[in-house]
């Protein structure tokens, strides 16, 4: 089984406007457009997923770089989770740490804040905010 990463697609593009797109190369047993969580919009991607790895490849080759709805499709095979592209920096997950970017000065501590440096010292007072 082959999950294929398509990147590029027009905003209106539904799962099954996508599937009939796949289907002449092969088998398509699911398709999965992202949707932000907030708006429910899509994101401009999807992933598909085909049992036959042959007919995937097929449709790799025939569909990358192909326009539809005014956009070039950009079709390849799906990496796992985590192994996407390069790390960017700045913000916070959900789980309240930091991603690893901008403020994660101490280094180490798989995306939370470093303590090392503060482990001994006395905790500094805050400065009120108003």
């Not at 499709?73 to 990496?79: G, Q, Y």
């Not at 989770?81 to 960017?88: D, S, V």
């Amino acid at each position: 089984m082959k999950s294929l990463f398509v990147g590029n697609m027009s905003f209106q593009m539904t799962e099954d406007e996508l599937r009939e797109l796949f289907a002449p190369f092969g088998q398509v047993t699911r398709v999965h457009i992202a949707k932000d969580r907030e708006t429910g919009r899509a994101r401009g991607f999807a992933f598909v997923e085909m049992p036959n790895d042959a007919e995937a490849a097929a449709a790799i080759q025939g569909l990358d770089g192909k326009e539809v709805g005014g956009r070039n499709l950009k079709v390849n095979e799906a990496r796992p989770k985590g192994e996407g592209g390069p790390k960017r920096g700045g913000g916070f997950d959900k789980g309240g740490g930091n991603r690893g970017g901008g403020g994660n000065r101490g280094g180490g501590g798989k995306g939370r804040f470093s303590t090392e440096d503060y482990r001994e010292s006395p905790r500094q007072p805050r400065e009120p905010r108003w």
